[in-house]
């Protein structure tokens, strides 16, 4: 009997084309200690492809699904990756599936208003 819930419908999202980040010193930025992990850049990595729930993003890096939870939330909180849809697993669970929130992160030094183009 096949389900009533839809396992891997596809996804509609379009992400930022650039995100900037300013680092100069009067306001600490989440962005750069959420990416100085391994498995935060391998996260974003297979997200790079498409849009896929934690469990799915647990296999494809070999991490446990508990460490992949840790730095999904991380990744969200600095706005790197977001929430893209829901998904329903056979038994009727709810998934969150993410994808990046950003197509391109720009990082750059100083105050960028005091410099002339």
Same mark, same amino acid.
């Given at each position: #009997?096949?389900?009533?819930? !839809?396992?891997?419908? !596809?996804?509609?999202? +379009? !992400?930022?084309?650039?995100?900037?980040?300013?680092?100069?010193?009067?306001?600490?930025?989440?962005? %750069?200690?959420?990416? $100085?992990?391994?498995? +935060?850049?391998?996260? %974003?990595?297979?997200?790079? =492809?498409?849009?896929?729930?934690?469990?799915?993003?647990?296999? $494809?890096? =070999?991490?446990? &699904?508990?460490?992949?939870?840790?730095?999904?939330?991380? &990744?969200?909180?600095? =706005? %790197?990756?977001? !929430?893209?849809?829901?998904?329903? $697993?056979?038994?009727?669970?709810? #998934?969150?599936?993410?994808? &990046?929130?950003?197509?391109?992160?720009?990082?750059?030094?100083?105050?960028?208003?005091?410099? $002339?183009?």
């Amino acid at each position: #009997m096949a389900s009533v819930f !839809p396992h891997h419908p !596809p996804v509609d999202y +379009a !992400p930022r084309q650039q995100t900037d980040i300013v680092v100069d010193g009067t306001e600490p930025t989440d962005v %750069l200690q959420s990416l $100085s992990s391994e498995a +935060a850049q391998e996260i %974003l990595g297979a997200l790079s =492809d498409e849009p896929q729930t934690a469990s799915d993003i647990a296999d $494809s890096v =070999d991490r446990s &699904l508990q460490s992949v939870s840790y730095h999904l939330d991380r &990744l969200c909180k600095a =706005d %790197l990756i977001e !929430p893209a849809e829901t998904w329903y $697993s056979e038994k009727g669970t709810e #998934m969150t599936v993410y994808a &990046l929130a950003t197509k391109r992160l720009v990082v750059e030094f100083g105050d960028t208003a005091d410099q $002339s183009i």
